[in-house]
């Protein structure tokens, strides 16, 4: 048994009802040795910073050469596993998509999140037997490399405003039996609604917290397995450098730099 299979492993194993995962994602390689720094058990990569360090938007632009690069970088650079956000998998096909997964095990990455939200104008969401594929295909591909790959199918339905808990959960029992491990619902955020999810959802439910969503101690209470940030450090951080951008351009001031990092400390972060 092989490192990477050690680590897929543990990262299995820490998805727990009750006791979450939390994950603080990551959009380069800098933001994830900072994360594992402060005692992340794991690390993930965002899609959207991803791609907004790259110049590009969010939602497919990326491209998978880009996004594996990055993952393979995040996964080199800190001592723990790493999941890797291959929004709907960069290919238009069940087999490009687990060409993408084979790419993404092969740079060190021991879980994915899949997405099935659409982003060509058409329908909101995937149709639920493409998706499906989709997912059994990354399945597929994580069982031929032999690795056990944490599959997380993430469900747009509520973000996408594309049905409720009960598409939800009807997409969710279609996914686990196409071989994910645990499903993402982002955009769920009242305490019945995921209440109900996870009564409904016999698998490990991931919930993506922020401001206005229950602390992590009460999504534990409510029987949630993983929370996650998404976007949201990212986009503080790019909020910081605006900050600083529109403070000295307009007052000629530097207020807002008062609570950088020091500089030996991420200097030393990065050695």
Known sequence: MNDQHLRAELFRSLHTAGSPLVLVNAWDVGSAR?????????VATTSAGVAWSRGVPDGDALGREAAVD????VAAAVPVPVTADIESGYGATPA??????????????VGVNVEDARHDGGAPLRDLDDQC????AVRAAADAAGVPVFVNARIDTVLRG????????????AYLAAGADGVFVPGLAGPEAIRDLVSAVPAPVNVMAGP???TVPDLARLGVARVSLGSAVAQSAYAAARRAADEVFGAGTYR???DALDYGTLNGLMS
């Not at 594992?36 to 058990?41: F, L, V």
């Not at 490009?96 to 990455?109: K, L, N, P």
């Not at 594929?133 to 059994?136: H, K, S």
Request: net charge positive.
């Open 34 to 42: 900072i994360v594992a720094a402060a005692g992340a058990r794991a």
């Open 70 to 73: 990055l993952v393979g970088r």
């Open 96 to 109: 490009e998509v687990g060409d993408t997964v084979r790419a993404v095990i092969a740079a060190g990455a």
């Open 133 to 136: 594929a989709r997912i059994a």
């Open 162 to 173: 594309a049905g409720g808990i009960a598409a939800t959960v009807e997409r969710a029992t």
């Open 212 to 214: 206005g969503a229950p």
């Open 256 to 258: 807002t730099l008062g």
